[in-house]
C-alpha cells in the first residue's frame, strides 16, 4: 500500500474513482463543501463523520443518485457525469443502499438473478431454475458467504444475511468496478458483523473490487479499511491511511472536533 | 403448549427447510384450503347420499369452473398489490361482443377472436390508466365495470339473447358439459407455468414484492402491469364466451360484480395476498373448488335460496379466518396469533415427526 498515490500529479491515474470539488446544497444547507476523494484499486476506504455532516449525500452523488451542484468525478481517468443510478452501474459503481433492495418473497437464488436470469425456449423465456440454483451456490461459496440453502426466501434470512446477500448481488455484475456500501453494519448483531466484515475483507482481495464503506463504528472500520476520510461540515478533513493513524488518535480527534463545535455552537 | 412448539419453529428459520417441511412451510395456505375442501367434502357426503355422485360431480365441476377461471385470472393482479374488479362484467359483456361482430358480417370464429381482441383492449385500458394515469386500480377497474355494464345494457336493450354458433365449436367453447372444467383445467396448467416457470412469472412476484427493487433491477413495472391486466381481461371474456355456450342464453343485466368476487374470493381462499407478493394458481382452484364446494353443496342439502347466501358467506368467512390466523402465525411480517400459532405447530411436529421416519 502506497497511500500518497493518486493524491497530486500524474500518478492519480491510479485512482479508479476521484472527486474533485464536489459540492452539494440542499436549498440553504450545505451538505458538501468542495469535497476531493480518490479511491485505489482494490482499496477500502471508510467514511466517517457525524450524522449530518455529508457522508450519504457524497455515496448517493456517487451511486448516481443525486447530481452534484458543481465538481467532477472520474472514473478510471475519465471524467463522467451519471444520470441515474443505472447509468452509474453501467459504469461499474454499484450501491447497497441501506434499504438493501431484495425481493422478500423470493428464493436467495432468484434475487441474485433478478432480471439476469438463466433462460430458455427463447421468447417464453422458461427460467432455468436447478442452473441458476448451482450458480448461486457456487457464487456464494467462492465469496464466502454461507447461506444454510439458497432456496430460502430472503425474507426468512436473518438482518446479515440479506445484508450479504445484496452485497453478493451487486458483486455478481461482471463489469463492477466500485462498490459503494452505505452503513452495511447497522442494527447487526457480533455474528452478523463478522459475516460482512468477513465478506468486505474477501471481496476485495480475491475479486480486487474497490469498496467505499459508511459506517459509525470505528472499531469496526478499522478491521476493514485500508484508509480512512473524516467529513465534517462537507468536508473531507482527515485523509490517513491505517498505517498512519491509530484508532484510539481517531476517537480523541473526533471526541476534540466535537467540543469544539460545542463551543463555536456548530453542533448539531 | 406454545413454548414448547415455538422451539422448534425458531430453528426452523435458520437450519435448511428441506423435503416435505420446505413444501408445508411453503404451501401452508393452500394445504389449509385443502383440508377445508376435505373438510366441506365429507360434511355433504355424510349429510346427503346425493353429494358424493357422478352426477353431482359434473355439477360441481360447473360450479366450480367459472370460480376457478376467474380466481386465475385475478392471481397476477393480486400478486402485483393490484385487483381487477371488471372481470366479472369482462364476462357479461364478451359474448355481447361476439354477437355485436357477427351481426356486422364476420363469420362466427373470428367474431369469438375479435371479441377477445376488444377485451385485451378494455385490459391493457386498465392497466394504462393504473400505470400511466396513477388512478388506483380498484377505482380503475370499477369504473370500467361500470362502463361496460352500460355499454352491454345500450347494446341489448336490456332484453336477453342466444349466443351466436352452433355443432362443434359451441361444444368445445362450453356446450359440452364438461367443456369448461377443461378449460379450466388447461388455463390453470398454462398460467401455473407461466408464474412458476417463466421470466415473466418471476418478475410478477418480484414487482408485487418489491416494486421498488424490482424497478432498482431494471425490470419494466408497467409493462409486467399492464399485461396482467390484459391477460385478466382476456381471461374473463374467454370465460364469458364459455358460459355464454355453457348456458344458451345471454343476459345482460346479470350483476358482473358477484363474479368477479367469487374470483377474488377464491383466490384469497387460496392462500393469496390481498396486499401483493404472494399466491399460486394451484391455490386459486383449490380455493375455487372450496367456494363451488359451499355453493353446490349447501343446495343439495336443500338449504332455501335466501338462506343460501347467508352460509355461503359464513363459511367463507370461517374458510379465511382460518386461513389468516395460520399465516399469522408463519408470517415474516405479522405478529403470531396464538389459535394460528397452535394449528401451525401441529404441521411443524408432523412435518418433523415424517421426516424423522423417512431418514
Keep these: 500500500m502506497t497511500p500518497n498515490d493518486g493524491t497530486n500529479g ?12 464536489i459540492s452539494m446544497s440542499f436549498g440553504p444547507v450545505v451538505a458538501l463543501q468542495n469535497v476531493d476523494l480518490h479511491l485505489q484499486r482494490g482499496e477500502i476506504l471508510g467514511l466517517v463523520g457525524d450524522n449530518g455532516a455529508g457522508k450519504s449525500t457524497l455515496v448517493k452523488i456517487l451511486s448516481g443518485l443525486y447530481r452534484p451542484d458543481g465538481g467532477r468525478i472520474f472514473l478510471e481517468g475519465e471524467r463522467v457525469r451519471f444520470r441515474s443510478v443505472q447509468h452509474a452501474r453501467q459504469h461499474g459503481i454499484e450501491t447497497v443502499f441501506q434499504d438493501l433492495a431484495l425481493v422478500g418473497e423470493l428464493s436467495v437464488y432468484h434475487n441474485l438473478f433478478l432480471n439476469r436470469e438463466d433462460t430458455r425456449g427463447g421468447w417464453f423465456r422458461f427460467l432455468r431454475n436447478r442452473a441458476m440454483r448451482t450458480a448461486a451456490r457456487r457464487f456464494l461459496d467462492e465469496i464466502g458467504v454461507d447461506i444454510p440453502s439458497v432456496d430460502t426466501p430472503v425474507a426468512k434470512l436473518s438482518g446479515g444475511q440479506r445484508q450479504a446477500i445484496a452485497v453478493a448481488r451487486a458483486v455478481r455484475r461482471e463489469n463492477i468496478k466500485v462498490l459503494l456500501l452505505d452503513e452495511p453494519l447497522a442494527a447487526m448483531g457480533a455474528k452478523e458483523t463478522s459475516l460482512i466484515i468477513g465478506l468486505i475483507n474477501s471481496l476485495s482481495k480475491k475479486a480486487n473490487i474497490s469498496i467505499i464503506v459508511i459506517d459509525h463504528n470505528y472499531t469496526h472500520l478499522f478491521e476493514i479499511c485500508d484508509r480512512i476520510n473524516v467529513i465534517q461540515h462537507g468536508q473531507v478533513t482527515v485523509d490517513k491511511s491505517l498505517s498512519e493513524i491509530k484508532l484510539e488518535e481517531l476517537i480523541e480527534f473526533m471526541v476534540q472536533s466535537f467540543r469544539r463545535d460545542v463551543a463555536t455552537g456548530d453542533a448539531k | 403448549m406454545n413454548s414448547n412448539a415455538s422451539v422448534p419453529r425458531e430453528v426452523s428459520r435458520h437450519i435448511p427447510a428441506s423435503g416435505l417441511r420446505q413444501l408445508i412451510g411453503q404451501h401452508l395456505s393452500e394445504l389449509v384450503g385443502i383440508l377445508v375442501a376435505v373438510a366441506l367434502a365429507i360434511f355433504f357426503t355424510i349429510g346427503s347420499p346425493n353429494f358424493f355422485t357422478f352426477d353431482n360431480a359434473l355439477v360441481l365441476s360447473q360450479f366450480i369452473a367459472p370460480f376457478a377461471i376467474f380466481a386465475l385470472a385475478e392471481v397476477p393482479v ?7 374488479l371488471s372481470v366479472g362484467q369482462m364476462y357479461i359483456v364478451s359474448p355481447f361482443f361476439v354477437t355485436y361482430f357477427n351481426h356486422a358480417g364476420v363469420p362466427v370464429l373470428p367474431s369469438i377472436i375479435l371479441a377477445l381482441l376488444v377485451c385485451c383492449g378494455l385490459g391493457w385500458i386498465n392497466g394504462l390508466v393504473t400505470v400511466k394515469l396513477r388512478v388506483p386500480s380498484f377505482i380503475a377497474t370499477l369504473g370500467m365495470a361500470f362502463a361496460l355494464r352500460g355499454i352491454v345494457l345500450i347494446y341489448s336493450n336490456g332484453a336477453p339473447t342466444n349466443p351466436i354458433g352452433s355443432d362443434t365449436l359451441v361444444n368445445i367453447l362450453g356446450g359440452w358439459p364438461w367443456s369448461e372444467a377443461f378449460w379450466a383445467l388447461g388455463v390453470a396448467a398454462l398460467l401455473h407455468v407461466m408464474l412458476r416457470g417463466t421470466t415473466f412469472g418471476l418478475h410478477i412476484v418480484a414487482v408485487g414484492g418489491n416494486t421498488e427493487s424490482a424497478r432498482e433491477s431494471g425490470i419494466s413495472v408497467d409493462y409486467i402491469k399492464i399485461w396482467c391486466f390484459v391477460l385478466c381481461a382476456l381471461l374473463g371474456g374467454l370465460m364469458g364466451i364459455l358460459d355464454g355456450y355453457h348456458l344458451g342464453s345471454l343476459d345482460p343485466a346479470t350483476d358482473g ?37 359451499i355453493k353446490d353443496g349447501f343446495l343439495i342439502l336443500g338449504t332455501s335460496s335466501f338462506a343460501l347466501d347467508l352460509v355461503t358467506g359464513l363459511t367463507i368467512l370461517l374458510a379465511m379466518i382460518l386461513n389468516v390466523q395460520i399465516e399469522r402465525a408463519t408470517s415474516m411480517r405479522g405478529r403470531r396469533g396464538s389459535f394460528g400459532h397452535a394449528v401451525s405447530s401441529v404441521f411443524s411436529i408432523f412435518a418433523q415427526r415424517r421426516k424423522g421416519r423417512r431418514s
Excluded at chain 2, 393480486?78 to 381487477?84: A, K, M, R
Design chain 1, 10 to 21: 500524474l500518478a492519480g491515474v491510479q485512482d479508479v474513482l476521484r472527486t474533485e470539488q
Design chain 2, 78 to 84: 393480486l400478486i402485483l398489490g393490484e385487483i381487477d
Design chain 2, 257 to 293: 360484480l358477484t363474479f368477479t368476487f367469487y374470483g377474488v374470493t377464491s383466490a384469497v381462499i387460496g392462500g393469496t395476498a390481498l396486499t401483493g407478493g404472494r399466491g399460486t394458481m394451484v391455490g386459486a382452484c383449490i380455493g375455487a373448488c372450496v367456494l363451488g364446494m
